[in-house]
């Protein structure tokens, strides 16, 4: 006898993944940050939480008149998935916010990592449009005795700089 039904993996699917971008959505962020802070906890592997505004009318440029966001956020998140790691966890926490949890990377691996996310995301395309999205980062790494609301609080700060200086990437450690 299976362990669960169908019935119930398909509930676990519908709750965790956003149906517009196929990624986990903000509930499943929490969920598996408070994993992944234990690991980090037990096995000290260290994790970087890497929040992404890419908001229509502030990161994005098209040659159509007018795109709505979630076409955009669609597109971003197909690039995403074809360009991170297998080990990466992606999110699309709301319109235009995405977040990605990964292993190993620190400091300068970090933004290099952030500007080849930018680098891929200036080559978009839906139907007729070309989407050129250029993102404010917002990245934090986790620490001992950490808890998902600190984790995701230091790196929306560090976000929320990046937003008010202009700058495109902020680590906030």
Do not use: W
Not at 4 to 24: A, P, R, S, V, W
Not at 59 to 69: A, M
Not at 97 to 108: M, S, T
Not at 116 to 122: A, G, Q
């Amino acid at each position: 006898m299976q362990f669960f039904q169908q019935t119930d993996l398909d509930k676990l699917k519908k709750d965790l993944i956003d149906g517009e971008t196929g990624l986990y959505n903000k509930e499943a962020l929490y969920l598996l940050m408070n994993h992944i802070l234990a690991q980090h906890e037990r096995y000290e592997e260290n994790y970087s939480f890497i929040i992404m505004d890419c908001k229509a009318e502030e990161s994005v440029r098209s040659n159509c008149k007018s795109i709505p966001q979630k076409i955009v956020d669609r597109v971003i998140a197909e690039k995403l998935k074809s360009i991170c790691r297998k080990s990466d966890i992606l999110f699309h926490c709301d319109n235009g916010v995405f977040c990605i949890l990964a292993r190993v990377f620190e400091g300068d691996d970090t933004v290099m990592f952030c500007e080849k996310l930018t680098r891929h995301l200036m080559e978009l395309e839906a139907g007729e449009c070309t989407i050129e999205v250029k993102p404010k980062y917002g990245i934090t790494f986790s620490k001992i005795n950490d808890t998902p609301e600190r984790f995701a609080e230091r790196s929306y700060t560090a976000l929320r700089k990046a937003k008010e200086k202009g700058n495109y990437i902020v680590i906030e450690t």
